[in-house]
Nanobody, 111 residues
Framework: QVQLVESGGGLVQTGGSLRLSCAAS????????VGWYRQAPGKQRELVAS???????DYTDSVKGRFTISRDNAKNTVYLQMNSLKPEDTAVYYC?????WGQGTQVTVSS
């Protein structure tokens, strides 16, 4: 059974940084594509960043240059480094692979 556990969220001021982690069990992350999504109150869940099994990455336009997705195969974990955070980045952040979701981690950016 595949399980994903996100962590690293919190409250940060505008311009601050956070690093989110997505730890997997029941699956070898290095062989799977992984996406980081976010959902703000009253909005649809959106794909923020993704990484393929060969390490190719992609980002939604609003986070390009600020967010970096990466993986640590030894730890079976995917990260989302978020810099220069803005209030509009406030959301619950989820990781996903093969239709499996974690429980999410709240990110709140104060103005």
């Amino acid at each position: 059974q595949v399980q994903l556990v996100e962590s690293g969220g919190g409250l940060v001021q505008t311009g601050g940084s956070l690093r989110l982690s997505c730890a997997a069990s029941g699956i070898i992350f290095r062989y799977t594509p992984v996406g980081w999504y976010r959902q703000a109150p009253g909005k649809q869940r959106e794909l923020v960043a993704s990484i393929t099994s060969d390490g190719s990455t992609d980002y939604t336009d609003s986070v390009k240059g600020r967010f970096t997705i990466s993986r640590d195969n030894a730890k079976n974990t995917v990260y989302l480094q978020m810099n220069s955070l803005k209030p509009e980045d406030t959301a619950v952040y989820y990781c996903n692979t093969f239709n499996t979701w974690g429980q999410g981690t709240q990110v709140t950016v104060s103005s």
